[in-house]
């Protein structure tokens, strides 16, 4: 006895189990790509921002050189952190020791990131390295909502058309019966 006939034994059965497996389907592949088509606009967002916050930063360094004292640099660090919550700053010296700009303990967990180099003309005479992050845990819960969201969709839709299937096949199979 085949596994897909044992509890539709009945052509009634068969129907309404086929016709809920291929709804389910079906609104499972329409919600995958809802998921990533949002997915995708997220990273982008992210990547356009890091790429904004790190010519920024750029920026900061590249000023001139009357502007070079540590105090200086580091406050106009901050007062871009000021303007971005989820951008974190650390600095990174020649000799490998690392500055954060904003607080180690506030360091992202879930972070997109990007290294950049400073060239020996910058501000600084002290670092060699910046390392720019964006915090992304908010929108990595959000996709998480999303995903059991649209699962959630994708089942009671299909329990809403297996039922609505189940129907329509009981009445179109009554003169058979």
């Known amino acids: 006895m085949s596994l897909l006939r044992f509890p539709f034994a009945s052509l009634r059965g068969r129907l309404t189990f ?3 497996l291929l709804s389910f389907l079906v609104l499972g592949a ?9 997915k995708n606009s997220q990273d982008s967002k992210q990547t356009e921002r890091l790429a904004t916050s790190s010519a920024a930063i750029e920026h900061v360094f590249s000023e001139s050189k009357a502007h070079q004292q540590r105090e200086l640099l580091l406050h106009d660090l901050e007062d871009l952190l ?12 020649k000799a490998g020791e690392k500055h954060f700009v904003s607080k180690q303990s506030r360091w992202p967990s879930q972070s997109r990131n990007i290294e950049l180099a400073l060239e020996d ?12 992050a964006i915090d992304t ?6 996709l998480e909502r999303l995903s059991a969201i649209l699962w959630g969709a994708a089942l ?3 329990v809403l058309i297996s039922v609505g299937g189940a129907v329509i096949v009981h009445v179109g ?3 058979v019966r």
């Not at 329409?30 to 949002?38: A, D, E």
């Not at 003309?121 to 720019?132: A, E, L, N, P, Q």
């Open 30 to 38: 329409l919600f995958i790509g809802v998921f990533f088509s949002v």
């Open 137 to 142: 845990s908010e929108d990595t819960a959000l």
């Open 82 to 93: 000021v303007a971005d919550r989820d951008l974190h700053i650390q600095l990174i010296t």
């Open 156 to 158: 009671i839709g299909c």
């Open 173 to 175: 199979l009554s003169p």
């Open 18 to 20: 086929w016709s809920g």
């Open 121 to 132: 003309s910058s501000r600084s005479d002290h670092y060699s390295r910046v390392v720019v």
